[in-house]
Every structure is written in C-alpha cells, then in structure tokens.
C-alpha cells in the first residue's frame, strides 16, 4: 500500500508517517504540506491511500478529496481532523470515504487501511476499482427526494417515518450509516441499525445526502431497470424477513439492526456493476436467467468481481461496522457464514429462499454446492417458521 498523508503542520505529518512505518513497514508512506503539493504527487505516483486534514491554508482537505474523487476515484480517502464544527466537517462527507477525528488513536486508522486493502484485493478490474470509489454519487431509487421533501413538510413527521423512506434505498441506507459511524458523532460504539443512524444524523443531513447523489443509474437498458427496481424491493424483503426469522430465533434479543441493514445492503454490489457496465451487466443478468447460473460466477467470469466482493470492499470503505459488512461479503458463501455470526447465516438463507422458492430447491442447492447440514436445517428452520406464520395470518 501507498500512503499520501497530507497536513500543513510538519509536526503531525512526521508523528503520523512515524506511526504507519512503526506498524506496517510493508507499507510506503509519503508526505505533502498542502493540497496543491498533494495533487502533483498523486499525478506522479499510484497512491492507494489518501489521508488529508480538513482545515488548511489554500485548499482545504474537502476541496482537495473532491479533486482526488474526480482524478483518482480508486484512491481511498480518509479525513483526519481536529476540526469541531459539525456542519463545517459535514461538507467532507460527499467526497471522503472515512472520517477520523484527531487526537486519533492510529490503530484505527491502520485498521481501517487494513480492511480496505484486504477486500480490495478480491477486485482484479480497475473499472471496479474506479466505480467504487465514486459510489458517493450513485443515486438508487427515484423519488427519494420527494417523499423526504413531503414527510418533512408534513406537521407529524419524526425520525422513524424519514427511517422508514430510506430502508426503500439501499445506497442512502449505506451513506446514512456511513455518517453516523464516524468521527463527526464520536461514538463509542458502533451504529448498526438504519433507524439509530437516522435520528443521530438527522432528517437535514439525510436530505442533503440523497440531493448530492446526482448521478443516477445510466442504463437504459429495459432487463437492467427491471433488475434494478427488483433489487430494491428484494433487497427490503430480505431485510425485513431476516429481522423477524431473527426475531423468531431470539426473542429475548431486541437488537436486530446489523441482521436488517446487512440485508439491506447485501445487493448493494449490484447497483455500482449496473451503472458501471450497464450493457455487459444486462447481459450477464439474461445468462444467469436463461442458463439458471449463479450471477456472481458470471460477474467473477465476465468483470473480475462478484457483486458481493464489490458490496463488501464499498461498506469496507466507508467505514461500516465489520458485522455489516461480513453479511454483504458472504451472503452467496455458507462455508464463510458458518464460521461468522447467525446474522451472516439467517440472510445467507433468506436470500436463498427468496432465490430459491422452495425446500426442494433449497435442499438441491445446498447439496450440489456441497454445503453443511447446518445450512440445510437453517433453511428448513426458516420455511417451517414462514409456513407458520402465512398460516397464522389466514387464521387471523
């Protein structure tokens, strides 16, 4: 890895260079005294990091990591400020990845490097590479705007009706939990919930959120606007029913956010392959149809990432908590779940079902992809419970 640290105070820049070499000594690491200086070596060298503070003489870091998003989008950008002012570090959020305040504990800033050079290295094409790093922009599902714009105008309106328009969105759902994880809240646990996130961050903040995403999903192609408005809606069932199958497994547990906003997200891969490679894309989703093949086989065969690798390396970057984020990289993997969380495994087999349809196609599945008896009783675990529940439903 190659690390540009950028700050006007020769003091900071020599602790923090000392720091990361102490750590990583893999790792290079150079130094620039201001934006201007930082922009002539990133032109002159490949940078996989970006580490720049926010208050500067001349080009402040948020106008500098703007520049880098646009000339360098691959480059991972990271904000370490001791700038207080929330609504000034506010204006950093659309074209930075992290946000780190100072005085930092450098462990988290190595670590957060960490992750990102670990899913990074799933990705073989740079395009991927490239999109990724400018999803800041990639708006999801229309209409966003305007029904924050209404419940806003409305006299009863609360944080939980704004939480409940943005579970509809997938990648403001990932931006909202983006903001609400790092330093500009300082907290000292992580967020993992989309209704937490939105009443810490804010219906003003979320606004300005989907407004910034300006770049909508260039497709035109019919098979990709199907797909895309079908994720959105798959992607909330999911959420939901992983919560309540959660529920169901845990009733005396009433801490369900990473399992529903995991599900939320684990698509989310999709979206940035579909504006990407819209073509290619439309494609490679009538292949998977016609020829009943895994999708991520052939993303991994026709791009060189899985829309997982991509969903989990962005969540990586933005710095959500790792129990997001090992849901979105292992949803399509039961090896990988069984060796994480429940939550991994619940919307591992919720997602199957929803793919799948019934038990004899799950149980198809599961043994041609020669995965564990545990795998299977989940899912079985899961149909009894839903079976039960739409009979409930009738009686009621």
């Not at 000339?71 to 959020?93: C, E, I, M, N």
């Not at 992580?190 to 407004?211: E, K």
């Not at 490679?277 to 093949?293: C, G, H, I, M």
Request: contains cysteine; hydrophobic residues 45%.
């Amino acid at each position: 890895m190659k690390i540009l640290l950028v700050d006007d105070e020769e003091r900071v820049l020599r602790g923090v260079s000392r720091w990361i070499k102490g750590e990583i000594d893999q790792w290079e690491v150079v130094t620039a005294a201001s934006g201007a200086e930082a922009l002539r070596l990133l032109e002159s060298g490949n940078f996989n990091v970006i580490v720049s503070e926010m208050q500067m003489s001349g080009m402040d870091g948020a106008e500098l990591l703007s520049r880098v998003e646009q000339r360098h989008p691959d480059v991972f950008r990271v904000v370490l400020s001791g700038q207080a002012d929330r609504d000034t570090a506010l204006t950093a959020v659309q074209p930075m990845h992290q946000y780190l305040s100072k005085p930092c504990d450098l462990n988290v800033l190595v670590d957060a490097i960490k992750r990102a050079e670990t899913f990074q290295a799933t990705i073989t094409s740079p395009a991927v590479l490239d999109a990724i790093g400018q999803a800041n922009g990639l708006s999801s599902v229309p209409g966003v705007i305007s029904e924050i714009n209404a419940a806003l105008a409305g006299e009863r309106w609360n944080a939980q009706l704004i939480a409940t328009i943005v579970a509809r969105d997938p990648m403001l759902s990932a931006r909202t939990l983006q903001v609400a994880n790092s330093a500009i809240f300082a907290l000292p646990y992580p967020v993992l919930d989309v209704n937490h996130a939105v009443s810490l961050v804010g219906a003003d903040v979320i606004l300005g959120l989907a407004l910034s995403q300006a770049v909508m999903l260039r497709s035109v192609d019919e098979t990709a606007i199907r797909s895309s408005h079908a994720l959105f809606n798959h992607s909330f069932q999911v959420a939901v029913l992983a919560r309540e199958f959660t529920r169901h497994l845990h009733p005396s547990d009433d801490t369900y956010g990473a399992v529903f906003s995991g599900a939320l997200l684990h698509d989310i891969g999709k979206l940035i392959l579909m504006d990407t490679f819209p073509d290619q894309y439309s494609k490679l989703l009538r292949v998977s149809v016609a020829e009943n093949r895994p999708l991520w086989e052939l993303e991994l065969d026709g791009i060189g990432a899985t829309h997982q690798g991509v969903g989990a390396y962005l969540l990586a970057l933005w710095g959500l908590p790792a129990a997001i984020v090992e849901i979105v990289a292992s949803h399509h993997n039961f090896d990988v779940c069984s060796r994480r969380s429940l939550d991994c495994q619940v919307v591992y087999a919720v997602n199957w079902l929803y793919h799948g349809g019934d038990e004899d196609i799950i149980d198809r599945g599961l043994k041609s992809a020669n995965h564990t008896a545990q795998a299977s009783t989940l899912a079985k675990q899961l149909l009894k419970w839903k079976h039960d529940a739409q009979i409930m439903a009738v009686q009621e």
